[in-house]
C-alpha cells in the first residue's frame, strides 16, 4: 500500500463545521454556549476553497430539497504572517430567520482555527439572547459594553412602532465635540433617529443621560435621552427641557411589553455595581 504524504494526511478541507470547531475547542471553552447556537447547518454545508472566493452571489443550501438557508462572502484575506486565511460571510438563516455576519479563520492547511460574528454583531446578538433568555445570556458580571448593548436590545423591541413612523436604527451623525477645551467634531451613533427632527439616545445610568443631554441639546430638532438606572446624585444636572432627559419607561410608555420592562429591571440591578453615583429606586415622577 503506498503510504499517504504529510501534506495529504493532514490536510483538512476548508468547512467551518461543529464538529470541527470542538476538534480545535472543546465544550469547556468560554464561548461554547454561544457557539454551539451558531448557524451550524448552513455554515458546515459549504467548503470555502481560497481558490474558488470569492464567489459570484450566494449558495443556497438545502436539505431534502428545502431552503436551510444562505451563505455568502464577503471577503477573503490571506494573513501572511500568521498563513491564514480569513472569510468573512454574511448568513441568512432561514431555519431561524436570523441574518448575520461572521469571520471564520482558517489554517493554510484548511483547519478550522476559529470562527466568531464580526464587529457589533456580536454585541447585538448577545442583547438578543438576553431578552430571549435574561441573565443567564450575559455571564454574573457582565462588561459595560455588554450590559449597554443589552439595553439597547430591550429598547429596539420595546420602541419598534417607532420605525413604522419613519426611525431609523443605529444611525450616525457628524456633531461638534468639546475636548479639552478644543472644539472638534465626532461622529455620534444615534439609537433612533428621524433625520435631525427627532434623535434618541441611550445611556445606562442617568447621570450620563444628563451629561450627554448637555452636549447634544443643540444638535437636533428634538431630543430625548433615556437611561436605565436611577441615580442618587447627578452632577451637573441637564438644565433645559425636563422631557430631554427620561426613564427608559417612561419613553416606551404604557403599552410597552412587560417582558421587555422587566429584562430593563434586570439590566438595572446588574448594572447598579458599575454605578459612580449611587443607585435609587425608580419612582413614577422620574
Known amino acids: 500500500m503506498v503510504e499517504q504524504s504529510e501534506e495529504i494526511k493532514h490536510f483538512r478541507p476548508f468547512v ?14 468560554k464561548e461554547y454556549e454561544d457557539r454551539k447556537r451558531y448557524p451550524w447547518h448552513v455554515l458546515g454545508s459549504v467548503t470555502l476553497l481560497p481558490g474558488d ?24 484575506e490571506f494573513r501572511t504572517a500568521r498563513k491564514r486565511h480569513q472569510i468573512d460571510v454574511r448568513i441568512d438563516d432561514r431555519v431561524n430567520n436570523l441574518q448575520a455576519n461572521y469571520r471564520i479563520v482558517f489554517a493554510e492547511d484548511g483547519t478550522l482555527v476559529t470562527i466568531h460574528v464580526l464587529g457589533s454583531d456580536v454585541l447585538r446578538s ?8 435574561g441573565v443567564d445570556a450575559l455571564g454574573p458580571t457582565p462588561p459595560r459594553k455588554v450590559l449597554l448593548a443589552a439595553l439597547r436590545s430591550c429598547c429596539s423591541a420595546a420602541l419598534r412602532s ?12 457628524e456633531v461638534p465635540w468639546t475636548r479639552c477645551d478644543t472644539l472638534r467634531t465626532k461622529r455620534l451613533r444615534v439609537d433612533l433617529a428621524k433625520g435631525r427632527q427627532h434623535w434618541l439616545l441611550i445611556r445606562l445610568f442617568e447621570y450620563e443621560a444628563h451629561a450627554l443631554a448637555r452636549r447634544c441639546v443643540n444638535t437636533a430638532d428634538s431630543l430625548t435621552v433615556a437611561y436605565a438606572v436611577p441615580n442618587v446624585w447627578v452632577p451637573h444636572p441637564f438644565a433645559g427641557d425636563e422631557r430631554v432627559v427620561q426613564r427608559i419607561e417612561e419613553v416606551a410608555g404604557p403599552d410597552a411589553d412587560p417582558q421587555i420592562l422587566a429584562r430593563i429591571a434586570e439590566l438595572r440591578h446588574l448594572s447598579a455595581p458599575l454605578s459612580k453615583y449611587g443607585v435609587r429606586e425608580p419612582t413614577h415622577d422620574g
Do not use: N
Not at 17 to 29: C, D, M
Not at 126 to 133: A, K
Not at 162 to 173: E, L
Open 53 to 76: 472566493l470569492p464567489w459570484e452571489g450566494k449558495q443556497v443550501v438545502s436539505a431534502h430539497s428545502t431552503p436551510l438557508g444562505t451563505i455568502t462572502v464577503i471577503a477573503h
Open 162 to 173: 417607532w420605525r413604522d413612523q419613519g426611525y431609523i436604527g443605529d444611525a450616525s451623525f
Open 126 to 133: 448577545l442583547g438578543q439572547r438576553f431578552i430571549e433568555s
Open 16 to 29: 467551518a463545521s461543529y464538529s470541527k470547531w470542538l476538534q480545535t475547542h472543546s465544550r469547556s471553552h
